[in-house]
């Protein structure tokens, strides 16, 4: 399978990051992990169109991880052939009352599905694409998931772990996918006291994975900070001792606020990473392509 980094960025707007979107490539399908801002975009940097994408796989709700999904759900609809399959998306709860109150039928795009649906010249536009009679609107298959859950694609399987993070407001999840005789590992968001170690269920996730994607982000740092004065400076030390333990092959780095994406910060967290994990260490950007399971 291939992996695309859409997205590296955290919630603060970058010209360098979007936020959280991770794309994979396997057999017929399309699949994003997260959809965060920008991240439509970076779809279309690296080849793709809206109507390749085939499933939608949400760690959490936070906004810089989903926000791009109503373009992504609305652009796929409105320019893709009438008989393009439905996109499914797979979320922790709460994503059916989301999609209700954007795309329902008093939803908040409400006037936009109808006049694209009702005005003479959008119907002349569908029905030049092969539509025809009443014009549907965005077709989706929302499925909520929970922890244990297995998501299956044909050449594909993704397991799921909760991990820390803000609980209990929000259910946070990490991504373990399985094709192609390779293994991905997707953090998710990290909340933690790195103390007492990565999660547990972390381990699960990214036993033996060629490629684990993972969470590496401070708060609450002063823009002028020097290199000696990173917050949480074990942090990026507890996930160098998990991807150890864990026999990671590639440890890719994501999440950069602007806090560690800085030059001194950056080569001290993979220098302070590489001295306890022997594996590749990539500091994530934007459109890096991995062969997940290949050398």
């Known amino acids: 399978m ?8 955290s919630p603060v707007p ?12 396997t057999g017929k399908d399309v699949v994003l992990m997260d959809v965060g801002p920008g991240t439509v975009y970076r779809l279309l940097e690296a080849g793709k169109r809206v109507t390749d994408v085939t499933h939608v ?17 609305l652009t796929r609809w409105d320019t893709g052939h009438p008989d393009l399959p439905a996109l499914k998306v797979y979320a922790p709860s709460g994503i059916n009352h989301i999609f209700e109150r954007l795309f329902g039928p008093d939803g908040a795009l409400k ?23 009443e014009r549907p609107g965005p077709m989706t298959e929302v499925i909520e998931i929970g922890e244990g859950d297995v998501i299956e694609g044909e050449t594909w399987k993704v397991s799921l772990a909760n ?33 007492n170690g990565a999660p547990k269920g972390l381990y699960k996730l ?9 969470y590496v982000n401070v708060f609450g740092v002063p ?4 290199a000696n004065q990173v917050s949480q400076p074990a942090f990026h030390s507890m996930i160098a001792e998990l991807a150890r333990d864990t026999n ?48």
């Open 14 to 25: 970058s010209v360098k990051k979007c936020s959280a979107g991770y794309m994979i490539e």
């Open 57 to 73: 796989l949400l760690s959490h709700l936070h906004f810089d991880h989903w926000l791009d999904l109503i373009r992504l759900v």
């Open 248 to 295: 990671v092959g590639t440890l890719v780095t994501t999440h950069h606020g602007p806090h560690v994406d800085r030059d001194g910060i950056r080569e001290r967290i993979i220098a302070e990473i590489g001295a306890i994990y022997p594996g590749r260490v990539v500091w994530g950007q934007d459109l890096m392509t991995f062969e997940v399971g290949q050398t």
């Open 111 to 133: 006037l936009d599905i109808t006049a694209r649906t009702n005005h003479p010249q959008s119907l002349a536009i569908y029905e030049g694409r092969g539509g025809s009679g």
């Open 206 to 214: 990214a036993n033996n994975a060629d490629v684990l994607v993972q």
């Open 223 to 226: 823009l002028e900070a020097s």
């Open 163 to 195: 991990v820390p993070h803000c609980q209990p407001y929000l259910i946070s999840f990490g991504m373990r996918m399985e094709a192609d005789g390779g293994i991905l590992a997707y953090s998710s968001d990290i909340t933690c006291n790195p103390e």
């Open 2 to 9: 291939k992996l695309t980094l859409l997205g590296t960025g």
